[in-house]
């Protein structure tokens, strides 16, 4: 939607965001005291200088010196713009971003609609369907279909089921009335036009349809099971600018909003698999759409747990679709994660097992028969490169190897490697490890305490899904990137030379103590000042008067992106971080304050002086000349 996103609501999305969270979803962070800290994500560096404070929900590094909050995070290391971060931590956030109007004849109001049209018309399609399933006269045959398969009206309605009738243009009929509209369903994948004849008709016809949904529970694409002899038996969405299947998993919205909190993940192969088990009270089953496991499968479920359990037919298709997984599964595996691979007996899936064993007999199979990753990774590779001869050990290591040097779990890896030297006999120290070539660059921050650096080793901060992805041309600022290869230019703190402005160190206690900012009278009394230390120093007390809640983090998030953005950052990063004992910084600032009051008093008196040397004054300019002289040394504040 075209328009300005509220200062207030960027606010309250601020209030409640987590940044240990939107960074730890992106970083490994270890906890140094009070902070949290990782390996900068800006810049190349061997020793971690990232430090993350949850009290003052801001970031800082100590070797480029990139700091800011959670908007500002998201916007450098997703490369983001400002109203996409926004948009991004409200996702996560799960509300709506509002946008306010733009006035006539403004840049903004000339600006195209930015939302996506296609959302409004998968939901339209997915309220079709299900329309269709409770009223269109064939719909025995799907009601009859899904009640053979167990399921109840209550659970069809959770996971939004819904049936495609019979008929090539039924949804086209009913969504569209020009070519304009048709075009939208084509994009959206709800429609199929040949290339030859260039005729068009609906993609699912006579199927049984599954919703896809997002994080959100926005509608992004169908699967849909076919009810006669039709091929494909299972139909799903093609590629769209808002379904990716490769990224997706379906019944993963279903199973958050089913528990509150969720311990474990078990994948499945189809929509009635996880449809069927949440039926009989497993109601954290999700499923690939379509397509093997992915990296980016992974990276999303170990986001929100810490273990997931494969559930894979046992025939040939399934313990080739686990292996797939494995592979998917080496590179995000971090120490603490757990991934478990149960195979089902011959003639079974997961929708005929629960059936006929129920709920806790399925949960107990899971328990007792699913094996761990690292005992099926060994186990498969046995089955090609038995240890019991010598070539076959030198055979397994060579299959081994690699794949365990994908594991970025330093203690998990350092494992894999024992179990393969107990299986082989082999010294793995003097096989040359395949690991990423170290950073040559020096350790600038040997001086600083171990609290706040932590351990230094590499492979304990970075999550495996953003190792590689986040190059040094990453840290710009949203207004402008770097070209490709630059480095940060920030100045460390300990760089900075000269002595701080009594304007700058009364700003910096302002934003990690607004509530003085109620103690000084009104900030228009400053209008006339033009230090752009002072200005920057006014115009925080005067957005704090006004808006007497807003915290520091706000504040920044006020400016972000302009010039005085960027010296609120800097001000910001020194006081927490360095956490300087303060010799009364209250005092300090008040004293700034009336400081400021006595200049522009006598820069005033000084002007009416002038002024009476050249003409008379007028009564008024003599009442405030006397007025001046008696206030001259007064204070500003109440304190």
């Keep these: 939607m075209a328009g300005l996103i509220p200062q207030g609501f960027i606010d309250d999305l601020l209030g409640r965001t987590d940044i240990v969270e939107v960074v730890g979803s992106r970083l490994k962070l270890k ?25 003052k929900q801001f970031y800082y590094c100590f070797g480029c010196g990139a700091g800011g909050n959670a908007l500002s995070f998201v916007m450098d290391f997703e490369r983001l713009d ?42 339209q399609a997915a309220a079709f369907y299900r329309q269709q399933l409770r009223h269109h006269p064939k719909r025995e045959v799907a009601v009859g ?53 260039g005729k068009r008709y609906d993609r699912f016809r006579n199927r049984i349809i599954f919703p896809i949904r997002d994080s959100r529970g926005r509608t992004l694409g169908f699967g849909g099971r076919v009810l006669g002899d039709d091929k494909p038996k299972y139909l799903n969405s093609p590629e769209t600018p808002v379904y990716h299947k490769g990224q997706e998993l379906y019944g993963l919205y279903e199973a ?83 991934v478990r691979f149960m195979f089902l007996p011959e003639g ?41 001869s010598l070539e076959g050990k030198a055979h397994l290591a060579t299959l081994a190897l690699p794949l365990i040097e994908q594991v970025p779990g330093s203690m998990l890896r350092r494992l894999l490697r024992q179990q393969l030297e107990k299986l082989t006999g082999m010294d793995l120290d003097s096989v040359p490890r395949q690991a990423p070539a170290a950073s040559n660059q020096h350790n600038e921050y040997a001086h600083l305490p171990d609290e706040l650096m932590g351990e230094r080793d590499d492979s304990e901060y970075y999550s495996p899904q953003y190792a590689n992805d986040a190059p040094a041309e990453q840290w710009a600022a949203p207004s402008r990137r770097p070209a490709a290869n630059s480095r940060p230019q920030r100045k460390r703190g300990s760089e900075r030379s000269g002595v701080e402005s009594p304007l700058l160190t ?53 400016w972000h992106g ?38 522009q008093t006598d820069r005033r008196i000084q002007k009416l002086l002038d002024q009476s040397a050249q003409m008379p004054l007028t009564t008024e300019e003599k009442q405030e000349l006397r007025e001046l002289l008696t206030r001259s040394s007064t204070h500003i504040s109440d304190k």
């Excluded at 140094?32 to 810049?43: D, I, R, V, Y």
């Excluded at 806790?360 to 490169?385: I, K, N």
């Design 31 to 55: 906890k140094t005291g009070k902070n949290f800290s990782a390996l900068c994500p800006f810049h190349n560096e061997k020793s971690p200088s990232f430090s993350v404070s949850p009290d």
């Design 145 to 197: 279909y899904l009640k053979q398969r167990g399921l109840t009206g209550q659970i069809a309605k959770r996971y939004d089921v819904g049936f495609a009738p019979p008929g090539w243009d039924n949804l086209m009929g009913h969504l569209t009335t020009d070519t304009t509209e048709v075009k939208a369903l084509i994009e959206a994948g709800l429609v199929v036009e040949n290339p030859d004849s």
């Design 82 to 123: 400002f109203p996409q971060a926004v948009e991004e931590l409200a996702r996560q956030a799960g509300v709506d971003v509002p946008r306010e109007e733009a006035r006539p004849g403004s840049r903004q109001a000339s600006q195209p609609r930015k939302d996506n049209p296609l959302y409004a018309l998968l939901e």
């Design 256 to 338: 958050r909003q089913a528990n509150r909190q969720l311990d474990d993940v078990v994948v499945v192969e189809g929509y009635m698999d996880v449809i069927a088990l949440a039926q009989h009270g497993v109601t954290n089953a999700v499923a690939t759409l379509g397509t093997a496991t992915t990296e980016d499968h992974l990276k999303r479920l170990f986001r929100i747990v810490n273990s997931v359990v494969f559930c894979f037919d046992g025939d040939r298709a399934g313990v080739q679709a686990a292996w797939r997984a494995l592979n998917a599964c080496l590179p995000v595996m971090e120490d603490g994660r757990h």
């Design 562 to 599: 302009t010039e005085m953005g960027n010296q609120l950052s800097q001000l910001a990063e020194k006081e927490w971080l360095l956490n300087i004992p303060s010799a009364n910084l209250e005092q300090q600032f008040f004293d700034t304050i009336n400081n400021l009051v006595s200049q």
């Design 506 to 558: 009364a700003a910096r206690t302002l934003l990690h103590h607004p509530q003085l900012a109620g103690l000084v009278k009104e900030a228009n009394q400053f209008a006339n000042e033009e230090s752009e230390q002072a200005q920057l120093l006014v115009a925080l007390i005067d957005a704090l008067q006004k808006t007497p809640t807003l915290s520091t983090v706000q504040l920044l998030a006020r």
């Design 348 to 388: 079974q899936d997961p929708d005929s097992l629960i059936r006929s064993e129920g709920q806790d007999a399925f949960r107990a199979r899971m328990v007792q028969q699913a094996q761990p990753l690292t005992d099926y990774l060994f186990r498969h590779l046995s089955e090609e490169a038995s240890p019991d």
